[in-house]
């Protein structure tokens, strides 16, 4: 358990497993990925796993209120590292200091696995998750280009 910024609710960093623990993170990661559908959400992190996907999300009094999606890799131009594909927390819980938990936790379990680094992408306007993310030691590293194969 981690101490939240509260105090008085205990903050609890852990890997979802169950198909109960990983849809009760739909709520909070569809914040983020709006575009999800409840229904085929359960089968498509099934399917991200059997490439590597994890979650692992914070729980405070029972709910879950911050979720981060992450692989670990290996690329030639990196070695061996961790992508976080995903990282959020719930509106009502933003500015407690649980994406800056999970960061941690994630940094921690990326050098206890033996990577290199941890690689994350973010939107161009997502200034205030740029503001931790720089304040947590990750720099600018490269553009990330994409060609849309199917239209929208």
Partial sequence: MI????????MEIHHPV???????CFAT?????????????LPQVRRQEQH???????REGGAITSVAGYRITEFLIWGKFLYVDDLVTA????????????LSWIIAHARETGCNNVQLDSGFTLHPAH??????GFHLACHHFKNDLQPS
């Fill in 3 to 10: 101490p939240s910024s509260d105090h008085r609710i205990p």
């Fill in 18 to 24: 169950t198909d109960a623990e990983i849809t009760a």
């Fill in 29 to 41: 990661i569809s914040e983020l990925r709006p575009h999800l559908n409840f229904d085929e959400f």
């Fill in 52 to 58: 590597g996907y994890r979650l692992v999300a914070v």
């Fill in 91 to 102: 509106a009502s819980h933003r500015k407690k200091g649980q994406a800056a938990a999970l």
């Fill in 131 to 136: 503001r931790l993310y720089h304040s947590m």
